[in-house]
């Protein structure tokens, strides 16, 4: 029951209007000991099959771990800077 209540108020933050002239919504997830990966890899799993979790603009998700922190960079700024983004870091 605690994992869905973490799933509902992450997902409510992507539903939440944007402040003043932001454009998307960016939010890092950063779980030091690992606990909710699964919970994170399970959402990221339905939106990539095609189910709309994030409200309004499409919402994507991406890991940021050693070795990859450039491309997730990368990715945010410059290969899809309109949608929101979910980022987990462990």
Do not use: N
């Amino acid at each position: 029951m605690a994992e869905l209540d973490v799933r509902e108020r992450f997902l409510a933050r992507f539903a939440e209007p944007l402040p003043g002239a932001a454009r998307r919504r960016i939010v890092i997830w950063h779980d030091a000991d690992g606990e909710f990966e699964e919970a994170f890899d399970a959402m990221a799993a339905e939106a990539e099959a095609g189910a709309s979790l994030g409200g309004e603009r499409p919402l994507r998700f991406a890991k940021a771990e050693d070795g990859s922190l450039f491309a997730t960079k990368r990715l945010l700024a410059r290969e899809d800077a309109e949608s929101d983004f979910a980022v987990y870091r462990r």
